[in-house]
């Protein structure tokens, strides 16, 4: 006889997770549709099959720990009955609302009661769900993270220390998925925007390097402009600015292009975007918008 590895079963399309919300009376044929649109975009789940994203685990446990009749479908089920019976005119709405009220105090009492721990708990799968992997530089993970200006990347945690990052879309709902890369050992990454299919980015530090590839295909073709002959003649360097770079010691065209762009961006308070367009500049490059 052949050893068989035992397979999991298979995940749930929409349809047969409307049917088995039918079976334990959760919703009705008007909300169904709309209960999993909202699982969709509070990002519980993504995928056709149905697939279930680490903030829903951390959710999931924390309330069957902290809260376990919340997430029984017992509660849900009978008032979707009694609703029905209220409609049929079998049972008095105002008892109805008694026994919603009693079942929903357990609850808040439950929730009340071990609110910390529950803040706690969600907390950390709501970080876990941010985790790309670990950073190539300094072994410490990478997560999503957001700028100051509000913008999306991906950052390592050990940050000043590690300055390593990988840009993101600037719209869409991220959602982490569980390939792996096989060369950078990233997980992959699929965007979300309404109305649109998903789009599958993979590793984004294989498609960072793929669009840089794709750059400098592009500028290679560019005719070559001039070398400015002082600082001065790059763009966006006034009076002010060729101060703040003579004080970091750069005083020439040829040491603003051999200098470390963050270091420099860091002495002078500019962004480091800035400083390597003027390094682009420097070789006689094309630069990107600034």
């Not at 929409?14 to 334990?24: D, S, T």
């Not at 849900?76 to 919603?100: F, H, P, R, W, Y």
């Not at 970080?127 to 670990?134: A, F, S, T």
Request: net charge neutral; hydrophobic share 30%; aromatic share 4%.
């Amino acid at each position: 006889m052949l050893d068989k590895e035992t397979q999991p079963p298979g995940r749930y399309g929409q349809g047969r997770l409307i049917n088995v919300m039918e079976e334990l009376g959760l919703g009705t044929k008007a909300t169904r549709h709309e209960i999993i649109s909202k699982l969709y975009s509070r990002a519980y789940i993504h995928g056709n099959p149905v697939q279930p994203t680490n903030t829903s685990f951390a959710v999931m446990d924390t309330l069957e720990k902290y809260s376990p009749t919340i997430t029984k479908p017992d509660m849900t089920k009978l008032l979707e009955e009694n609703m029905d019976k209220i409609a049929e005119g079998k049972i008095k709405e105002e008892a109805v609302l008694e026994e919603s009220r009693e079942m929903l105090k357990q609850v808040f009492s439950e929730l009340d009661k071990n609110r910390d721990n529950i803040i706690e708990s969600l907390q950390a799968g709501l970080r876990e769900d941010k985790i790309i992997g670990n950073c190539s530089l300094c072994g410490n993970e990478l997560m999503i993270r957001r700028s100051k200006r509000g913008s999306r990347f991906i950052g390592c945690s050990n940050y000043p220390n590690c300055t390593f990052s990988l840009p993101l879309p600037k719209s869409g709902q991220i959602i982490v998925i569980d390939k792996l890369c096989e060369t950078h050992g990233l997980h992959h990454i699929r965007i979300i925007n309404q109305g649109k299919r998903p789009w599958d980015l993979g590793c984004p530090q294989c498609n960072f390097v793929e669009w840089q590839k794709t750059q400098q295909e592009e500028q290679a073709q560019q005719p070559k402009k001039e070398k400015p002959k002082s600082i001065k003649d790059l763009e966006g360097v006034g009076k002010a600015i060729a101060g703040k770079l003579e004080e970091a010691g750069i005083t020439s065209v040829e040491a603003l292009a051999e200098a470390d762009p963050i270091e420099l961006a860091k002495t002078i308070k500019i962004s480091v975007k800035k400083v390597k367009n003027w390094q682009t500049s420097c070789n006689g490059g094309i630069v990107e918008d600034l």
